[in-house]
């Protein structure tokens, strides 16, 4: 049940042997879909309990901000993945995945209006009743807007998570995405975000394709977005921070040396 | 999920395009998924940068169910799966893939370490192609161009590889 501290990455069974094998680790996350309810965890998963490694179950698929309302179904699951990882706190998204019965296969924008941060609201406290532990939201990177937006999406995220008491899950590398896509300056978009809320903080890799930066997981977390995260941590204590990295992966020791430029920015400890 | 509505938004007579969150959120996706018309306002190629960035990201999630598929084809493996996936909603990473192999079969074009998964696949498990894949519970043989796998007692062994 302990918080998430220091730097940490994403669990994944494709890494799960490099991850055992960090010794300062003291904390990952897991996507919670691809886990049972009932367990038994992946072995290697299992093995992080055993030496008290906290785990965060990390929702992509409840749709919180599904116009309609939240599959009770997907609560109960993430309720249950949290019991069995005995998680200080689950994480989702400001997103929605889904809609008149099509699956997108993908975390889709919110348009920022009221009526959206109302959609939200209602969803996250229908998922709050039954969540045994607090709910941290993620605002997500989006290659696009919506045509009607009345709030901006520092506005726009301080509504839903004071409508909802929920912390915020920061990830740095969508501040950065969504800042150089509109054009706009991260540190300004930062600076405005409710970042005394953080519960911990996303950082990982993406590229560049057709002149926008897409945020995809897959490549090295880029110098601009290990900058951004050493401005989040100057003159703060740092927030535990946990690296994404969901495919193309790479050698252990550039895995590992990603690990350490991430303590390095923030000031943490090393792990590796 | 409901199922019980058309696909994509109807909009109401009179009306620029759908109205109230649900309607739109639906038109959206069936933009990016299903071959929908995009909705008046939005920024065209940043949708299709989007519409792309997600064909990528499923042929990724395919490929781990599919590896044998997706090394098959190698270096085509992204655009083969975009080309066949583009305007198809998902069916999920295990159905895309196994309806891909089985296009690929009917065209003639599935690579022979692809024959081999599909095999594999299809002795173990009986696919209608509309519904989830069920295990079989009695002894089958599969055939995937030169490809053919035996399953017993839920054992599946290639009988005959093709020839590398």
Same mark, same amino acid.
């Given at each position: 049940?302990?918080?998430?501290?220091?730097?940490?990455?994403?669990?994944?069974?494709?890494?799960?042997?490099?991850?055992?094998?960090?010794?300062?680790?003291?904390?990952?996350?897991?996507?919670?879909?691809?886990?049972?309810?009932?367990?038994?965890?992946?072995?290697?998963?299992?093995?992080?309990?055993?030496?008290?490694?906290?785990?965060?179950?990390?929702?992509?698929?409840?749709?919180?901000?599904?116009?309609?309302?939240?599959?009770?179904?997907?609560?109960?699951?993430?309720?249950?993945?949290?019991?069995?990882?005995?998680?200080?706190?689950?994480?989702?998204?400001?997103?929605?995945?889904?809609?008149?019965?099509?699956?997108?296969?993908?975390?889709?924008?919110?348009?920022?209006?009221?009526?959206?941060?109302?959609?939200?609201?209602?969803?996250?406290?229908?998922?709050?009743?039954?969540?045994?532990?607090?709910?941290?939201?993620?605002?997500?990177?989006?290659?696009?807007?919506?045509?009607?937006?009345?709030?901006?999406?520092?506005?726009?995220?301080?509504?839903?998570?004071?409508?909802?008491?929920?912390?915020?899950?920061?990830?740095?590398?969508?501040?950065?995405?969504?800042?150089?896509?509109?054009?706009?300056?991260?540190?300004?978009?930062?600076?405005?975000?409710?970042?005394?809320?953080?519960?911990?903080?996303?950082?990982?890799?993406?590229?560049?394709?057709?002149?926008?930066?897409?945020?995809?997981?897959?490549?090295?977390?880029?110098?601009?977005?290990?900058?951004?995260?050493?401005?989040?941590?100057?003159?703060?204590?740092?927030?535990?921070?946990?690296?994404?990295?969901?495919?193309?992966?790479?050698?252990?020791?550039?895995?590992?040396?990603?690990?350490?430029?991430?303590?390095?920015?923030?000031?943490?400890?090393?792990?590796? | 999920?409901?199922?019980?509505?058309?696909?994509?938004?109807?909009?109401?007579?009179?009306?620029?395009?759908?109205?109230?969150?649900?309607?739109?959120?639906?038109?959206?996706?069936?933009?990016?998924?299903?071959?929908?018309?995009?909705?008046?306002?939005?920024?065209?190629?940043?949708?299709? +940068? =989007? &519409?792309? $960035?997600?064909? %990528?990201?499923?042929?990724?999630?395919?490929? /781990?169910?599919?590896? !044998?598929? *997706?090394?098959?084809?190698?270096?085509?493996?992204?655009?083969?799966?975009?080309?066949?996936?583009?305007?198809?909603?998902?069916?999920?990473?295990?159905?895309?893939?196994?309806?891909?192999?089985?296009?690929?079969?009917?065209?003639?074009?599935?690579?022979?370490?692809?024959?081999?998964?599909? +095999? =594999? &696949?299809? $002795?173990?498990? %009986?696919?209608?192609?509309?519904?989830?894949? /069920?295990?079989?519970? !009695?002894? *089958?043989?599969?055939?995937?161009?030169?490809?053919?796998?035996?399953?017993?007692?839920?054992?599946?062994?290639?009988?005959?590889?093709?020839?590398?």
């Amino acid at each position: 049940m302990t918080r998430p501290q220091g730097v940490g990455i994403g669990w994944r069974p494709e890494i799960a042997g490099f991850v055992a094998e960090l010794p300062g680790l003291r904390f990952v996350e897991v996507v919670a879909e691809s886990l049972a309810p009932d367990g038994p965890l992946p072995p290697g998963l299992a093995a992080l309990r055993e030496r008290d490694v906290t785990v965060v179950p990390h929702g992509v698929r409840l749709s919180l901000g599904g116009a309609e309302p939240v599959d009770p179904a997907r609560v109960t699951h993430l309720a249950r993945v949290a019991e069995l990882v005995d998680a200080p706190l689950v994480s989702e998204h400001i997103a929605f995945v889904r809609a008149g019965g099509l699956e997108a296969g993908h975390l889709l924008p919110l348009p920022r209006t009221r009526e959206a941060v109302a959609a939200v609201t209602a969803n996250v406290r229908r998922a709050q009743q039954e969540l045994p532990v607090p709910l941290a939201l993620e605002p997500i990177a989006a290659l696009f807007d919506w045509p009607d937006d009345e709030l901006d999406e520092a506005d726009f995220l301080t509504e839903i998570l004071d409508a909802t008491d929920t912390e915020l899950l920061l990830d740095v590398a969508n501040v950065y995405a969504n800042a150089r896509n509109r054009g706009r300056d991260p540190q300004a978009l930062l600076d405005r975000l409710p970042l005394d809320r953080i519960a911990y903080v996303h950082v990982a890799g993406g590229a560049e394709h057709g002149g926008l930066y897409h945020d995809t997981h897959t490549d090295p977390v880029p110098t601009e977005v290990l900058e951004l995260l050493g401005a989040l941590c100057a003159g703060r204590r740092p927030p535990p921070l946990l690296l994404e990295r969901d495919g193309h992966y790479p050698p252990a020791d550039v895995l590992r040396a990603e690990l350490d430029a991430l303590a390095t920015a923030a000031g943490h400890p090393v792990v590796t | 999920m409901s199922t019980n509505r058309p696909v994509g938004p109807t909009p109401p007579p009179g009306a620029a395009g759908p109205v109230g969150l649900a309607a739109r959120q639906a038109a959206l996706v069936a933009a990016l998924v299903a071959g929908a018309p995009l909705p008046a306002g939005f920024a065209t190629d940043r949708v299709d +940068a =989007a &519409r792309r $960035a997600l064909l %990528r990201k499923r042929a990724g999630e395919v490929a /781990r169910h599919w590896p !044998l598929l *997706a090394a098959g084809l190698g270096d085509a493996w992204p655009a083969t799966f975009a080309g066949w996936a583009a305007g198809r909603p998902t069916a999920g990473s295990l159905r895309d893939g196994w309806d891909l192999a089985r296009a690929l079969r009917d065209r003639g074009t599935l690579p022979q370490l692809g024959a081999e998964e599909l +095999a =594999a &696949r299809e $002795a173990a498990h %009986r696919y209608d192609g509309r519904n989830p894949p /069920r295990r079989r519970r !009695l002894p *089958a043989l599969a055939r995937s161009g030169d490809a053919v796998a035996l399953q017993l007692a839920g054992r599946v062994r290639l009988l005959r590889p093709t020839r590398r």
